[in-house]
């Protein structure tokens, strides 16, 4: 059995797959450039404990990664992810406390702007966990997370299960 692939002047290309019953082809779309069928993943985590001030929008510092297919998070400097594939990415954080006493608010932003938020108000919750469907251009958005507490401070406990921030690829645009 052989996969035999063919084209046509009007840039469609077929597949064929012999002595297979019905209809057995492959269209794909009229677009320029390449096709992304895969895109990276990323999971990184608080290698320690980080000290969370009151009432202030605080960069969460995810400083070890778990994994990084696309060598697209940042872990030293600035704790951001940025994809160099243009598409749609699934981003994800959860967050570990001292204590569930408090207002938190969760922010991903998008070049530093906020895009989503998640605002809980529980007094018995130490793990906040959120996600959000984000668009990136491929050649410079970057994301990253941000938290406050309202009226006292926190302190984010680390560990690869329990305060983190992962993404990964879902489709181009």
Known sequence: MALVIKGSSSGQITVDVPSASGTNTLTLPAKTGNID????AFKAYLG?????SADTHTKVQFNTEDFDTGSEY???SNYRFTPTTGGYYMLNTQLFTDSGS?????RFRKNGSEISNYDLTASTINCISTSTLVNANGTGDYFEVFVQFVGSGKTLASGQTNTFF???FVRGT
């Open 102 to 106: 408090a207002r938190t608010i969760i």
């Open 74 to 76: 940042d872990n030293s």
């Open 166 to 168: 992962s993404g990964h």
């Open 48 to 52: 320690s404990n980080q000290s969370i």
């Open 37 to 40: 069928i895969q895109g990276s």
